[in-house]
Every structure is written in C-alpha cells, then in structure tokens.
C-alpha cells in the first residue's frame, strides 16, 4: 500500500476509534512457568479470576447498535483453559451475539476441549510455539510442553470453524531452529504462523538470551520475507512488534499499524480498563469496570493512543520514520515515557 494511502487510512481509522477487539485478562493462573512470560503468572497467582457475571456486566455497557460485525472478544491470561467455567463464558459470549477466542499455550486443548469449545462458539485460537522439543521444554519449564503443544496445534489445524494461527517467541536460543520449527508446523497443516520478539518485561528482562541483537533481528526479517516468497501453504508473517522500515512490505500484509486504543481495548484481572494487555498497564491504564462504564470510558478516554504526538521524544524527536511509527507500538513504552524501551528498526 502506498504510504501516504495508509496514513490517510490509519487516521481515519484513529479518528473513528470503533472498539471491535476486547481482551479480556480472565486469569492469571497458569500450569506453566515461561521463561518469557511478561506477567510473570503463576498456578498461585495472587489474583483470584474474575468472576464471569462482573465482565459481563461491563460488557453489557456496550450498546447493541456500536457493536460493529466481527466484534471479538479474546481470552487471554495466564492459561484461560484453568478456569472451570471456560464454556459458560463462550456460550455467554455468543448469546449475546458476539464472536470470542482464545490465547492458550496447549497443554489442556485436546479433540475432547476442542468438541466443547466449538460447541460454546470458540471461533479462533492462539497457540504458542516457542522452539523445537528440548528449547520449547527448556522455555515453559515443563518437560511435556512440546508435546501437548503438537498435539494441541495438530488438532486445532484440522478443524475448519476455526480461525487459528500459532505464535513463535523468538530468541537467541531458536532463531537458528526457524526452518525446521516452519516444517514442522507445516507438516501439521498450520495456514498461519506469527514470529514476535520478546519486550524485556517480566521474567524476560533478567535474561539476555531472550533478546535479538539488530543483526539477528535483521535475520528473522530475512527468514520470514524469503518464507512469503516461496510457495508455501503456510503465511508466515511477523507480528505487530513495530515499525520495520524498509521491510514492512516484505514481512506483512499490511504496514504497521499498533490498533491499541484505536480498535483495540482489555479488561484486565483487577478490573482495570487498558488497551492491549501487553502495555504498561501502571502507566497506561484508562479506568477500571468496578468505577467506570466501559463504554463510557472507550468513547471519553485513550487520547494518549489516539493523540501519539507526546510520543515524539527520546529516540524519536528526529527520527525521519516518525510518521510512519508514531513511536512504535505502545506496549514498547514504560514507566515514565521518556523514550520507548527498543526500536524494531533494524540498525547493522
């Protein structure tokens, strides 16, 4: 797309500001211990799940005429599979009209939870990939991670109703396992395949070999344009990380473009009203269900995501690829906002 189309567009899309993507942080309970995780969730996470009847009176703040076609809500967590009232939140969601997903890591998705989950109206599903067997182990923490992760992607990738994709961290430890983590997902017949890098947040931030230098950033881009080159029944593309420069049309269908308080808002474990669950949510926290409308705080809140001009400081005063930034994506921005944690700009 041409540059300046797409910049008309985003502001297009900013000034109408339709919420069609809700995550909701349902648990921070997880069965496993990642080396990565950013919310560093546990089995005994301090933070009890929310009851279903409370996010479901904050989504009900919503008017049945602003519900756009395709509104999704997306469960995430923590593993949303450990809570026992997993169905009754799909058939609750889809009562009421509305599409839902999920992000999971695997371990509990077999052909038995699948059947249930479809029967509850699940519509698409996230599953994690972090690296071939010993890696993946080594990353979760748990020595039959990888295999209830296979098992759980091949029986989601036979399974047409669904909208699934699997999501690839990618690290000092698996770059070099890229190929053959491709043919393996092929083999499984996956038709979407996402690679991130990690934000160092969390576990993450104490571990050096979770981050790419720019040089092995620059061959994860490789990786994945010379993979969209070739005929493969697989789309492998890089995620909403950031602004890529020069490779931005060679790693996604789209430009970048960070949705977070444009399209795109999360009600999190405590109630608290935020964008993605990925950013700060101490810093850029909009309201909470418990005090606020939700929708109230949708139409009246998020001008700092919506107004991304305070962003332009630090690393980004004089950056020449600000316009087509806007500073990256906000789950980049921590603590007191001074500049963004990493620039996903290659620089060798």
Known sequence: ???????RFRSAETRLHELNYLFWECTTRCNLNCRHCGSDCSMLSHEKDMPLEDFLQALDTIPKKDIP???TIVLTGGEPLLRPDIEACGRAFRQRGLGWGMVSNGFFYDEAMQGKLLRAGLGALTISL??????????RRHPESF?????AI??????????????????????????QIHSLLTQLGVKQ??????????????DPDMTLSAREHVRLLDFIRDRRLEEWPMKTTFSCQGYVGPYESQVRDTPFFC??????ASVLIDGRICACPDIDRDVFSEGNIYEDSLWQVWNGRFQRYRDRSWARKGKCENCRSFRNCLGGGMHNWRGACEEPLSCSLPQV
Do not use: Y
Request: net charge positive; aromatic share 8%.
């Open 1 to 7: 797309m041409n540059p300046w189309l797409f910049r």
């Open 69 to 71: 076609q395709g509104f």
């Open 130 to 139: 972090d690296g071939l067997e010993e890696e993946h182990n080594r990353m």
């Open 147 to 151: 295999s209830r992760a296979i098992n």
């Open 154 to 179: 091949g029986t989601a990738a036979k399974a047409p109703r669904l909208a699934f994709d699997v999501v690839t961290c990618v690290t000092k430890r698996n770059i070099a396992q890229l190929p």
């Open 193 to 206: 395949w996402r690679l991130f890098t990690v934000i160092p947040i969390g576990r993450a931030k104490d």
């Open 259 to 264: 949705h977070a308080g444009i399209n795109i």
